[in-house]
Nanobody
Framework: QVQLVESGGGLVQAGGSLRLSCAAS????????MGWFRQAPGKEREFVAG?????????VYAESVKGRFTISRDNAKNTVYLQMNSLKLEDTAVYYC?????????????????WGQGTQVTVSS
């Protein structure tokens, strides 16, 4: 089993930045895929970003966050990060860290076996 614990969420003004962290414990893996999903009130859960490979050499982003968000991983710390810059009101959501042993980044929530409990990000005007 793998446990994922997110941190770093909070309240920020539009245009500001936040960095989310996700610490993995248990039977962790340096290969495979990790990523972030988010769910806004009244909306479906959506893919935000994914990273695969032990070196984090492959990253994929949703179009809505491309150029503003950066995903990275530190395998020595079993941690994945999501740096969020130029935040917009529509980025308000609960953000979930995900992980799976598959080497492929997929855009559907069913593609990930492990989920964190979520961390709230609220962007205010």
């Amino acid at each position: 089993q793998v446990q994922l614990v997110e941190s770093g969420g909070g309240l920020v003004q539009a245009g500001g930045s936040l960095r989310l962290s996700c610490a993995a414990s248990g039977r962790t893996f340096s290969t495979g895929t990790m990523g972030w999903f988010r769910q806004a009130p009244g909306k479906e859960r959506e893919f935000v970003a994914g990273i695969r490979g032990s070196s984090g050499s492959t990253t994929v982003y949703a179009e809505s966050v491309k150029g503003r968000f950066t995903i990275s991983r530190d395998n020595a710390k079993n941690t994945v990060y999501l740096q969020m810059n130029s935040l917009k009101l529509e980025d308000t959501a609960v953000y979930y860290c995900v992980a799976d042993r598959t080497p492929w980044i997929v855009f559907t929530s069913s593609g990930y076996a492990y989920w964190g409990q979520g961390t709230q990000v609220t962007v205010s005007s």
